[in-house]
């Protein structure tokens, strides 16, 4: 069952008068929502018993939870420090996901900087080693970490570079960001073949069972000659990457995806269109 939901809070749920997250899985479950992204994104503030709660309310309302770990975090970083730090960032994410009952934890891996890519991706390999064993060692390994694709072309987090973290371990499953690949590669997800290429990439890379179980982050993402610049809204038809093609794929090699929808500002409305689309091809063919 492909799943979908949106990354945080909508502007509608705002300005409908809720404030907290606590009313989010039942506000998704009646737009016909399956999943919500918790974003910790700004560092892991959430305490435990509204943690504990959003749980029991995903639960009550079918919602399958993930979490955004914090963006500063940088498996990467030349300073030891920093990356001990990120240790951190990731265990204290895995905590919080622990006590909502999240199953997912997403990050990005981190930058290149000075280092150049190669380097970079030997130290993020080391970092995410020693976070697997820790999260062994705190009991946080049924929890399944996800590295995201990154959109700017300094990030550490190509396809690639995705695919040879995620082979240190077999419980690592990557987050295919279709914005961020389009936008490092420039424009390079136009056809339906070129969504193909990147399934092809992944299980030859890892194997079918793991592209079985992708979880996928959408959305029309802007960008400049150094990839990333904005993220937009489908409504936002000047910006790519189209979804449907990637539907098509996604319905084609039978893919379980979770798939979120990070437009800006409607990333709830958004994720129940791109939900209409899948079910609308998928239901034709
Ligand atoms: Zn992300």
Known sequence: MVKFGPSGNSNAFYDQGYKSSLDAPGWLRDMGLEAYEYSCTKGVKIRESTAVQLGEKARENNI??????????????????????????LMES?????????????????????????????????????????????????????????????QLGRLEEIIEMCKLDSRLIPTIDFGHIHAYTLGGLKEKRDYLRVFEVIEEGLGRERLKNLHIHYSRVEYTGRGEKKHWTLADTRYGPEFEPLAEVLIEKDINATIICESRGTMAEDAAVLKEIYCKIRDKG
């Open 64 to 89: 399958t939870l993930s979490i955004h770990a914090p963006y500063y975090l940088n498996l990467a970083s030349p300073d030891e420090d920093k990356r001990r730090n990120s240790i951190r960032y």
């Open 94 to 154: 895995l905590q919080a996901a622990r006590w909502m009952g999240a199953g997912r934890v997403v990050f990005h891996p981190g930058s290149c900087g000075k280092t150049g890519r190669a380097k970079a991706l030997e130290l993020a390999k080391d970092t995410l080693s020693r976070a697997i064993d820790q999260a062994d060692g705190k009991g946080f390994g049924d929890i399944v970490l996800c590295p995201e694709t990154l959109g700017k072309t300094n």
